[in-house]
Protein backbone atom coordinates (compact mmCIF):
# COMPACT_ATOMS: atom_id res chain seq x y z
CA UNK A 1 0.00 0.00 0.00
CA UNK A 2 1.70 3.31 -1.00
CA UNK A 3 0.64 6.13 1.84
CA UNK A 4 0.65 9.87 1.00
CA UNK A 5 0.52 10.76 4.20
CA UNK A 6 2.00 9.51 7.35
CA UNK A 7 1.26 11.39 10.48
CA UNK A 8 3.47 10.00 13.37
CA UNK A 9 2.92 10.61 16.90
CA UNK A 10 1.86 14.31 15.99
CA UNK A 11 1.88 16.78 18.70
CA UNK A 12 0.99 19.97 18.97
CA UNK A 13 1.07 22.53 22.51
CA UNK A 14 0.68 26.33 22.63
CA UNK A 15 1.96 28.08 25.48
CA UNK A 16 -0.67 30.35 26.89
CA UNK A 17 -0.84 32.86 30.12
CA UNK A 18 0.50 31.97 32.87
CA UNK A 19 2.82 29.42 31.85
CA UNK A 20 0.21 26.85 31.28
CA UNK A 21 0.29 24.25 27.83
CA UNK A 22 -2.57 23.60 25.74
CA UNK A 23 -1.59 20.16 24.33
CA UNK A 24 -4.25 20.59 21.71
CA UNK A 25 -2.98 17.67 19.18
CA UNK A 26 -1.13 14.69 21.46
CA UNK A 27 0.64 11.47 19.63
CA UNK A 28 -1.56 11.41 16.75
CA UNK A 29 -0.91 8.47 14.15
CA UNK A 30 -3.07 7.51 11.08
CA UNK A 31 -2.11 7.28 7.54
CA UNK A 32 -3.84 8.37 3.95
CA UNK A 33 -3.95 6.15 0.91
CA UNK A 34 -3.66 7.78 -2.50
CA UNK A 35 -6.53 8.62 -3.77
CA UNK A 36 -8.75 8.05 -0.22
CA UNK A 37 -10.43 10.28 1.93
CA UNK A 38 -9.97 10.42 5.68
CA UNK A 39 -12.65 11.84 7.56
CA UNK A 40 -11.42 13.58 10.90
CA UNK A 41 -14.34 14.11 13.29
CA UNK A 42 -14.57 15.18 16.83
CA UNK A 43 -16.57 17.77 18.73
CA UNK A 44 -15.05 21.37 19.11
CA UNK A 45 -12.18 21.83 20.60
CA UNK A 46 -11.02 18.58 20.40
CA UNK A 47 -7.84 19.94 18.23
CA UNK A 48 -9.09 18.40 14.55
CA UNK A 49 -8.18 21.79 12.88
CA UNK A 50 -5.09 22.44 14.58
CA UNK A 51 -3.99 18.56 13.23
CA UNK A 52 -4.79 19.77 9.94
CA UNK A 53 -3.24 22.88 10.04
CA UNK A 54 -0.09 21.73 11.66
CA UNK A 55 -0.19 18.75 8.10
CA UNK A 56 -0.17 21.49 6.16
CA UNK A 57 2.33 23.27 7.70
CA UNK A 58 0.87 26.35 9.06
CA UNK A 59 2.45 25.39 12.41
CA UNK A 60 5.56 23.93 13.81
CA UNK A 61 5.01 20.43 15.16
CA UNK A 62 5.88 20.85 18.85
CA UNK A 63 6.62 16.79 18.54
CA UNK A 64 6.29 13.75 16.14
CA UNK A 65 6.32 14.26 12.12
CA UNK A 66 4.36 14.90 8.94
CA UNK A 67 5.55 12.69 6.13
CA UNK A 68 4.02 13.22 2.72
CA UNK A 69 4.85 11.28 -0.18
CA UNK A 70 7.70 10.12 2.30
CA UNK A 71 9.13 13.82 2.85
CA UNK A 72 9.18 15.78 6.41
CA UNK A 73 6.96 18.21 5.61
CA UNK A 74 8.15 20.23 8.48
CA UNK A 75 11.73 19.78 7.41
CA UNK A 76 11.32 20.78 4.15
CA UNK A 77 13.46 23.28 2.18
CA UNK A 78 13.67 25.22 -1.59
CA UNK A 79 12.35 23.07 -3.91
CA UNK A 80 10.50 20.48 -2.16
CA UNK A 81 8.68 22.87 0.11
CA UNK A 82 7.29 24.69 -2.85
CA UNK A 83 6.50 21.70 -4.47
CA UNK A 84 4.49 20.82 -1.36
CA UNK A 85 2.62 24.01 -1.05
CA UNK A 86 1.72 23.42 -4.62
CA UNK A 87 0.26 19.67 -4.02
CA UNK A 88 -1.31 20.79 -0.38
CA UNK A 89 -4.41 22.45 -0.10
CA UNK A 90 -6.75 23.58 2.28
CA UNK A 91 -10.70 24.56 1.73
CA UNK A 92 -11.99 26.54 4.98
CA UNK A 93 -14.98 26.39 7.21
CA UNK A 94 -16.16 29.67 6.64
CA UNK A 95 -16.87 30.56 3.13
CA UNK A 96 -17.95 33.95 4.15
CA UNK A 97 -14.44 35.09 5.95
CA UNK A 98 -12.05 32.69 3.54
CA UNK A 99 -12.80 35.33 1.02
CA UNK A 100 -10.86 38.75 0.61
CA UNK A 101 -14.35 40.81 0.14
CA UNK A 102 -12.07 43.02 -2.12
CA UNK A 103 -11.01 40.86 -4.78
CA UNK A 104 -13.23 39.67 -8.14
CA UNK A 105 -14.04 36.14 -7.93
CA UNK A 106 -11.75 35.40 -10.92
CA UNK A 107 -8.22 37.08 -8.71
CA UNK A 108 -9.02 35.00 -5.89
CA UNK A 109 -9.06 32.01 -7.38
CA UNK A 110 -5.75 32.70 -9.32
CA UNK A 111 -4.36 33.43 -6.58
CA UNK A 112 -2.12 30.53 -6.30
CA UNK A 113 -1.99 30.64 -10.03
CA UNK A 114 0.04 33.70 -9.53
CA UNK A 115 2.26 32.76 -6.77
CA UNK A 116 3.31 30.39 -8.49
CA UNK A 117 3.79 32.00 -11.60
CA UNK A 118 1.94 29.57 -13.94
CA UNK A 119 -0.18 31.32 -16.71
CA UNK A 120 -0.89 35.16 -17.72
CA UNK A 121 -2.96 36.52 -20.15
CA UNK A 122 -5.40 34.54 -21.88
CA UNK A 123 -3.92 31.35 -20.23
CA UNK A 124 -4.97 32.80 -16.58
CA UNK A 125 -7.94 33.61 -17.76
CA UNK A 126 -9.05 30.14 -19.60
CA UNK A 127 -7.93 28.46 -16.33
CA UNK A 128 -10.16 30.51 -14.59
CA UNK A 129 -12.88 29.60 -16.46
CA UNK A 130 -12.46 26.11 -16.72
CA UNK A 131 -11.80 26.23 -12.66
CA UNK A 132 -15.27 28.25 -12.52
CA UNK A 133 -16.94 25.63 -14.83
CA UNK A 134 -15.44 22.56 -12.75
CA UNK A 135 -17.35 23.75 -8.98
CA UNK A 136 -20.43 24.31 -11.11
CA UNK A 137 -20.10 27.99 -11.85
CA UNK A 138 -19.27 29.77 -14.98
CA UNK A 139 -16.83 32.39 -16.29
CA UNK A 140 -18.97 35.61 -15.76
CA UNK A 141 -18.96 34.69 -12.20
CA UNK A 142 -14.75 35.69 -12.53
CA UNK A 143 -15.67 39.32 -12.46
CA UNK A 144 -17.93 39.64 -9.54
CA UNK A 145 -17.62 39.70 -6.06
CA UNK A 146 -17.74 37.56 -3.30
CA UNK A 147 -20.69 39.32 -1.31
CA UNK A 148 -22.44 38.68 -4.70
CA UNK A 149 -22.52 34.84 -3.58
CA UNK A 150 -24.44 32.59 -1.28
CA UNK A 151 -22.58 30.65 1.18
CA UNK A 152 -22.79 27.13 -1.34
CA UNK A 153 -21.69 29.37 -3.99
CA UNK A 154 -18.77 30.58 -1.67
CA UNK A 155 -17.64 27.52 -0.70
CA UNK A 156 -17.34 26.74 -4.57
CA UNK A 157 -15.45 29.44 -5.34
CA UNK A 158 -12.69 28.37 -2.10
CA UNK A 159 -12.84 25.02 -3.84
CA UNK A 160 -11.63 26.48 -7.23
CA UNK A 161 -9.17 28.86 -5.12
CA UNK A 162 -7.65 25.11 -4.18
CA UNK A 163 -8.12 23.11 -6.70
CA UNK A 164 -6.28 25.86 -9.08
CA UNK A 165 -2.57 24.57 -8.63
CA UNK A 166 -3.58 21.13 -9.60
CA UNK A 167 -3.20 19.63 -5.42
CA UNK A 168 -2.89 15.78 -4.84
CA UNK A 169 -3.87 16.47 -1.36
CA UNK A 170 -6.85 18.93 0.00
CA UNK A 171 -7.65 19.02 4.02
CA UNK A 172 -11.00 20.40 3.78
CA UNK A 173 -11.69 21.70 7.40
CA UNK A 174 -15.53 21.39 7.84
CA UNK A 175 -15.99 22.34 4.72
CA UNK A 176 -19.54 22.02 4.74
CA UNK A 177 -20.56 23.43 8.56
CA UNK A 178 -21.20 26.71 7.76
CA UNK A 179 -23.75 25.90 5.06
CA UNK A 180 -27.73 25.07 4.90
CA UNK A 181 -28.31 21.32 5.26
CA UNK A 182 -30.08 21.62 1.62
CA UNK A 183 -26.61 22.54 0.06
CA UNK A 184 -24.28 20.41 1.98
CA UNK A 185 -25.09 17.47 0.21
CA UNK A 186 -24.38 19.40 -2.90
CA UNK A 187 -20.88 20.45 -1.86
CA UNK A 188 -20.12 16.84 -0.47
CA UNK A 189 -20.98 15.74 -4.20
CA UNK A 190 -18.86 18.27 -5.98
CA UNK A 191 -16.10 17.24 -3.07
CA UNK A 192 -16.43 13.40 -4.37
CA UNK A 193 -16.95 14.26 -8.06
CA UNK A 194 -13.43 16.29 -8.09
CA UNK A 195 -11.81 13.64 -6.44
CA UNK A 196 -12.50 11.49 -9.44
CA UNK A 197 -11.46 13.33 -11.95
CA UNK A 198 -8.31 14.77 -10.19
CA UNK A 199 -7.57 11.65 -8.15
CA UNK A 200 -6.85 14.02 -5.26
CA UNK A 201 -6.64 12.50 -1.87
CA UNK A 202 -8.39 14.54 1.32
CA UNK A 203 -8.48 14.80 4.79
CA UNK A 204 -11.85 15.88 5.77
CA UNK A 205 -12.26 17.63 8.71
CA UNK A 206 -15.90 17.50 10.11
CA UNK A 207 -17.52 17.71 13.60
CA UNK A 208 -20.63 15.20 13.03
CA UNK A 209 -20.15 11.74 11.75
CA UNK A 210 -23.46 12.60 9.45
CA UNK A 211 -21.39 15.23 7.81
CA UNK A 212 -18.66 12.60 6.70
CA UNK A 213 -20.81 9.60 6.45
CA UNK A 214 -20.62 9.24 2.77
CA UNK A 215 -17.49 10.82 1.48
CA UNK A 216 -15.06 9.00 3.74
CA UNK A 217 -13.24 5.77 3.17
CA UNK A 218 -11.53 5.87 6.72
CA UNK A 219 -12.82 7.45 9.49
CA UNK A 220 -10.83 8.89 12.82
CA UNK A 221 -12.81 9.97 15.80
CA UNK A 222 -11.27 12.42 18.07
CA UNK A 223 -11.21 13.42 21.69
CA UNK A 224 -9.28 16.13 23.98
CA UNK A 225 -6.65 16.20 21.43
CA UNK A 226 -6.27 12.29 20.86
CA UNK A 227 -7.41 9.69 18.44
CA UNK A 228 -9.81 7.15 20.02
CA UNK A 229 -10.70 5.32 17.23
CA UNK A 230 -9.53 4.33 13.39
CA UNK A 231 -11.62 2.03 11.08
CA UNK A 232 -13.34 1.78 7.82
CA UNK A 233 -16.31 3.61 7.15
CA UNK A 234 -18.92 1.08 7.13
CA UNK A 235 -16.98 -0.59 10.15
CA UNK A 236 -17.44 2.77 12.05
CA UNK A 237 -21.07 3.19 11.31
CA UNK A 238 -21.52 -0.80 11.76
CA UNK A 239 -19.92 -1.60 15.17
CA UNK A 240 -18.19 1.05 16.95
CA UNK A 241 -16.16 0.12 19.64
CA UNK A 242 -15.25 3.12 21.74
CA UNK A 243 -18.09 4.50 23.99
CA UNK A 244 -17.35 8.29 22.89
CA UNK A 245 -17.77 6.92 18.76
CA UNK A 246 -21.01 4.81 20.33
CA UNK A 247 -22.35 7.83 21.71
CA UNK A 248 -21.72 10.21 18.72
CA UNK A 249 -23.38 7.91 16.37
CA UNK A 250 -26.58 7.24 18.56
CA UNK A 251 -27.25 11.22 18.31
CA UNK A 252 -27.58 10.70 14.14
CA UNK A 253 -31.31 9.56 13.71
CA UNK A 254 -31.15 6.90 11.66
CA UNK A 255 -33.75 6.62 8.80
CA UNK A 256 -34.20 2.81 8.74
CA UNK A 257 -36.59 1.45 11.22
CA UNK A 258 -35.20 -2.01 11.93
CA UNK A 259 -31.62 -0.38 12.92
CA UNK A 260 -33.23 2.26 14.68
CA UNK A 261 -34.24 -0.35 17.38
CA UNK A 262 -30.76 -1.34 18.25
CA UNK A 263 -28.98 1.94 18.86
CA UNK A 264 -30.57 3.74 22.06
CA UNK A 265 -29.80 7.46 22.07
CA UNK A 266 -26.57 7.57 24.55
CA UNK A 267 -26.30 11.42 25.97
CA UNK A 268 -22.97 11.93 28.03
CA UNK A 269 -23.03 13.52 31.49
CA UNK A 270 -21.50 16.77 31.77
CA UNK A 271 -18.84 19.02 29.28
CA UNK A 272 -16.03 18.27 27.38
CA UNK A 273 -12.96 18.94 29.77
CA UNK A 274 -10.32 21.62 29.11
CA UNK A 275 -8.06 20.72 27.34
CA UNK A 276 -5.65 22.68 29.55
CA UNK A 277 -6.93 20.54 32.58
CA UNK A 278 -7.41 17.59 30.65
CA UNK A 279 -8.51 14.24 32.93
CA UNK A 280 -5.79 11.70 34.03
CA UNK A 281 -5.76 8.31 32.11
CA UNK A 282 -8.38 8.20 29.70
CA UNK A 283 -9.25 11.50 28.38
CA UNK A 284 -13.08 10.43 28.04
CA UNK A 285 -13.23 8.95 31.35
CA UNK A 286 -15.17 11.58 33.00
CA UNK A 287 -17.75 11.25 30.38
CA UNK A 288 -18.03 7.46 30.00
CA UNK A 289 -20.77 5.08 31.05
CA UNK A 290 -18.52 1.98 31.16
CA UNK A 291 -15.37 4.00 32.94
CA UNK A 292 -13.39 1.60 34.90
CA UNK A 293 -10.49 2.13 38.42
CA UNK A 294 -8.32 1.04 35.32
CA UNK A 295 -9.38 4.31 33.22
CA UNK A 296 -8.69 6.85 36.06
CA UNK A 297 -4.77 5.51 35.94
CA UNK A 298 -3.92 3.95 32.62
CA UNK A 299 -4.14 6.12 29.05
CA UNK A 300 -5.40 3.78 26.82
CA UNK A 301 -3.09 2.64 23.60
CA UNK A 302 -4.89 2.94 20.33
CA UNK A 303 -4.76 -0.99 19.69
CA UNK A 304 -5.46 -3.05 16.73
CA UNK A 305 -8.85 -4.44 18.04
CA UNK A 306 -10.37 -6.21 14.88
CA UNK A 307 -7.96 -5.63 11.61
CA UNK A 308 -8.03 -2.26 10.57
CA UNK A 309 -10.25 -1.49 13.43
CA UNK A 310 -8.41 0.27 16.11
CA UNK A 311 -9.54 1.83 19.26
CA UNK A 312 -8.47 3.40 22.45
CA UNK A 313 -10.56 1.58 25.62
CA UNK A 314 -9.82 -0.90 28.17
CA UNK A 315 -12.78 -2.81 27.26
CA UNK A 316 -10.88 -3.86 24.67
FE1 LIG B 1 -14.50 4.50 28.98
FE2 LIG B 1 -12.43 3.46 30.26
FE3 LIG B 1 -12.79 2.97 27.67
FE4 LIG B 1 -12.03 5.39 28.49
S1 LIG B 1 -10.86 3.50 28.67
S2 LIG B 1 -13.56 4.94 26.99
S3 LIG B 1 -13.17 5.56 30.41
S4 LIG B 1 -14.11 2.34 29.36
MG1 LIG C 1 -12.29 23.86 13.89
Redesign the pocket.
Known sequence: EQHILEVNHLQKHFQVGSGQTLKAVEDLTFAIKRGETFGLVGE?GCG??TAGRTIINLYEATGGEVLFNGKNVHKMKGKDLKQFNRDMQMVF?DPYASLNPRMTVGNIIAEGIDIHGLYSGKKRKARISELLQAVGLNEEHASRFPHEFSGGQRQRIGIARALAIEPKFIIA??PISALDVSVQAQVVNLFMKLQKEHGLTYLFIAHDLAMVKHISDRIGVMYLGKLVEVTSSSQLYAKPLHPYTQSLLSAIPIPDPEVERTRERIILQGEIPSPLNPPSGCPFRTRCPHAMDVCASVVPKLNEIEPGHFAACHLY
Open positions: SKSQDE
